[in-house]
């Protein structure tokens, strides 16, 4: 078994069973990509089991903090239960379902959706990678299902030397699913859609939209970043009459429209706009037009934090422009799902849109990822998607 020395007085964070070990933080030691490694403090004393990465700057990634336990097929078959086992207590009104959520469910580098009666993965971390196969076959164990379609497509797998790799890892047959999510039928593609699929992290804030539309009587709405349109169908759901998306990926708009037309609802009235959302919020303000809700759902523009100051000018030019286009007395849902740009600074931000754009709004709710996306204590830095619910004044 290979050790990783660390430096005096860097043990503090496994201590508090942060699962990052930094390549700063090494004295000496060092192992293959992937492989079981001991992390001992400066004087020897055990601090974790881990999965040594040679290439990336978050060197080790902790499995676990307790000496005797055994990092071996057992070890993921009880993980893997434990974040399934989570899940069906959740409530969760879906069978679209993140299982493992990484980092916060004691698997750093993993990640696995569920969508109906089709699993998919991604795994993004030399560790992950390494036992990909015992993991494949605990998953589909422990679910009860065959097929497992694999999306290890991400950029971050370049920060820790591993290629991309994507398609049936178990099982095969289409890669369109429909899942039910709050009653909706909503399409996606596992092989054609972004990360694994959906963005099921926005699930309860979909439904939230569907509530606030009816309760505020919305009948125009601009969803931004639609993607696939689900807050789209939740505006229709919640009885909004006009729907306009935008997103600049036409296969995504092209699934929105279908969502739209599968749960019943009318598309005469509604627009799929295949345009740059600041640019379309600019040219629909010269139009003179207005709406009674919009949301704004950007992708992740400050990926750490060292983006954040660009960032913060493009999440306040975005929500700028969209307090203006609002009606008075209209609903705004602004996100961001960038780590690097916390709920504290997000909100300084869309305070100083509203300021530059002489609106006044009330805080109706703040919002956050669905549970089965959790964060817990040790690990705070896992919490990534922040929005408000706006009402204009
Ligand atoms: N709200 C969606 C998820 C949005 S993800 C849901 O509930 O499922 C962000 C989306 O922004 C992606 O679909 C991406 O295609 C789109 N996008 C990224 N940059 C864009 C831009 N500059 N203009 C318009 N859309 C953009």
Redesign the pocket.
């Known amino acids: 078994m290979k050790s990783i020395r660390l430096r005096d007085g860097k043990e503090r964070s496994l201590q508090r069973r942060h699962p990052w070990v930094f390549e700063g933080s090494i004295a000496r030691g060092s192992a293959d990509a992937g492989e079981l490694v001991r992390v001992e403090a400066h004087d020897g004393r055990f601090l974790a089991w881990g999965a040594y990465s040679p290439s990336s700057m978050i060197r080790v990634r902790a499995w676990s903090f307790v000496e005797t336990e055994r990092i071996d097929a057992a070890f993921f078959q009880v993980r893997l239960q434990r974040a399934v086992r989570l899940r069906s207590r959740l409530a969760i009104a879906s069978d679209g379902q993140r299982l493992v959520h990484g980092e916060a469910d004691g698997l750093p580098g993993l990640i696995v959706d569920r969508y109906g009666d089709v699993l998919s993965a991604q795994f993004l971390s030399a560790g992950a990678e390494r036992w990909r196969e015992t993991i494949a076959d605990a998953l589909l164990q422990i679910t009860g299902l065959q097929r497992l379609y694999e999306r290890s497509d991400a950029s971050v797998r370049a920060l820790e030397g591993l290629a991309e790799r994507t398609g049936w890892l178990r099982g095969e047959g289409p890669t369109d699913v429909t899942i039910q999510e709050h009653g909706w039928a909503l399409g996606l593609d596992v092989a054609l859609g ?1 990360k694994t699929g ?2 099921l992290d ?1 699930r309860d804030n ?1 439904k939230r939209f569907a509530d606030l539309v009816r309760q505020f009587g919305c009948q125009s709405v601009l ?9 789209s169908v939740a505006a229709l759901a919640g009885g909004a009459t006009e729907v306009v998306s ?4 036409a296969p ?1 708009l092209a699934q929105a429209r279908d969502n739209l037309r599968r749960n019943g609802f009318d598309d005469s009235r509604c627009g799929f706009v295949d ?4 640019a ?1 919020l600019r040219e629909l303000i010269a139009a003179g037009r207005s709406f009674d809700a919009i ?1 704004l ?3 992740k523009f400050a990926p750490t934090a060292a983006h954040a100051e660009r960032a913060a000018r493009a999440y306040k030019d975005i929500n700028r422009l969209a307090l203006r286009l609002l009606a008075p007395g209209g609903l705004l849902l602004t ?1 961001s ?1 960038s780590g690097g740009v916390n709920a504290d600074l997000f909100h300084k931000i869309v305070a100083g849109a509203g300021i530059d754009a002489g609106v006044n709004a009330a805080i109706l709710q703040r919002l956050e990822g669905a549970r089965d996306h959790p964060t817990t204590i040790e690990f705070p830095e896992g919490e990534y998607l922040k929005g408000l619910a706006l009402l204009k004044q």
């Open positions: 972004h959906y963005y926005q979909r969803n931004c970043y639609s993607y696939t349109g689900g807050f935008v997103d600049s990926s995504a345009a740059d959302v600041n379309t949301v759902d950007p992708p996100f799902c």
